[in-house]
Each structure stands twice: as C-alpha cells, then as structure tokens.
C-alpha cells in the first residue's frame, strides 16, 4: 500500500527566511507525487508533481521540491518565506493502479511571521 | 475556462436527514474523484468514476453513502441516515484518469449534522 508521512503538523518562519516542508512516501513501485496547497476558505491548488522525470521540481510561486528514491523522501523548500505563503500544504502520492486516486498526508500547516 | 463547482457551498442537516451534494467537474474530463476531508485532518478518498461507472467505491465508509456520475458528467454523491460523524467538507476532483494527471479540486461542500 502507498502512504505519505509529514513530518512536522506545523511550521513557523519569518518572513524572508527559507522554507522547509517535510515529506516521507512509502511505494512499492516509482510514484507520482505532488504538493498541494490549501489557503483558508479556498480550494486546493497544486504546487508541482513529480512523474520520474526531473528529480528536482519546480512548481509555483518559488517552492521546488527533491525526490530522493534512496530516502524514500520528497520535501517541499522555498528560500525566502512571503507572508501570503502561509497556508495548510499537503504531500500527496498518487495510487498508479486504481485510476490515479490521491492518498494525502496528514498536512503541514505554515505560519509567517512578519 | 470554468474549474470544477460544488454545489451547495454549505449544508446543514439534522441527524437521520438525506442530503445529496453536486458536483460538476471541468469539461471534458473523463475522470472524477470525491474525497473528503475532516477537520485538522488530510483529505480521504471515497470514490472514483471513469466516464459514468464508479471504477473504485472502495473509500465510501458504508452503505449509506452513494455516488452516480448517469451522464458521465456532473456526479451526485448521496448520504442517507445522516449522522453527526459525517460532518465534513466533501471535496470532488475531475482529471484525465492517470496517475500522472493533475486533479483539480471544487471549493467543497461543508456539511454539518445537528
């Protein structure tokens, strides 16, 4: 069965200071994994994907994200903190054989301070 | 283009009421993903449709919950005897069906059992 663990359920920063979200998976075979973001009152949005091609990944508004297979480890980074990045983020894997549903971590909330 | 859009935002029902929850995904998209997410917790699969069929139920909790997708479009999920456990924002997802697809997620219906 695919799992995601975070880390830590909650993250504080300073405004300007680098971000550092962690993600851990357990797969028995090559995931696809994302980052998703969840402001207050507001949808999810997806930050970027990893789908074994680049392992470095770039994604929206600054935040980039390493899959490290020998780790089994997948963690979100940013190096200068906004105060409007602070939001609930959630590390997701994707089930690759049952139509690509989502199996999401327990979620990470990020606080700024100015 | 229009994204995927929840109808009602919000419902509240008293314990033992039906209610049902719309859901009208991105046109064009063959695959739609419900989920649903409690509080301070990350989001849970329930069911995933390709075209009309449910193509995995295995995440409905039991035999009160029910989802139909009759045109392969707008899907309708269903909770009968409604309990206070059920309160919840339930989310839906539409995507192209693929591990390697984004999904992109409604606003969510917030339910609340009195």
């Known amino acids: 069965a695919q799992s995601v663990t975070q880390l830590d359920s909650h993250v504080s920063v300073s405004e300007g200071t680098p971000v550092l979200l962690r993600c851990n998976y357990s797969?028995?075979?090559?995931?696809?994994l994302f980052w998703y973001v969840q402001h207050p009152n507001k949808g999810l949005q997806l930050l970027l994907k990893?789908?074994?091609?680049?392992?470095l990944v770039k994604g929206i508004n600054g935040f980039e994200a390493e899959f490290k297979k020998s780790e089994t480890s997948f963690h979100l980074t940013k190096p200068s903190a906004h105060m409007s990045d602070a939001a609930e983020y959630f590390c997701?894997?994707?089930?690759?054989?049952?139509?690509?549903?989502?199996?999401f971590g327990q979620g990470t909330e990020l606080s700024v301070k100015p | 283009g229009a994204g995927v859009s929840q109808t009602p935002s919000n419902k509240v029902t008293e314990k033992g009421k039906y209610v049902e929850l719309r859901c009208d995904p991105i046109s064009g998209h063959t695959a739609l993903y419900w989920y649903r997410q409690s509080l301070g917790q990350g989001p849970e699969f329930l069911i995933y449709f390709q075209g009309t069929g449910a193509a995995d139920d295995s995440g409905l909790p039991n035999d009160r919950f029910f989802a139909v997708r009759p045109e392969g479009s707008v899907s309708t999920l269903k909770i009968q005897r409604t309990e206070r456990g059920d309160s919840a924002v339930y989310l839906c997802?539409?995507?192209?069906?693929?591990?390697?697809?984004?999904?992109?997620f409604g606003p969510g219906t917030r339910l609340t059992v009195l």
């Open positions: 990893y789908t074994s091609a680049a392992t």
């Open positions: 997701v894997v994707s089930d690759q054989n049952q139509g690509g549903k989502l199996i």
């Open positions: 797969s028995s075979y090559s995931p696809s």
């Open positions: 997802a539409s995507g192209r069906g693929s591990s390697y697809n984004e999904q992109f």
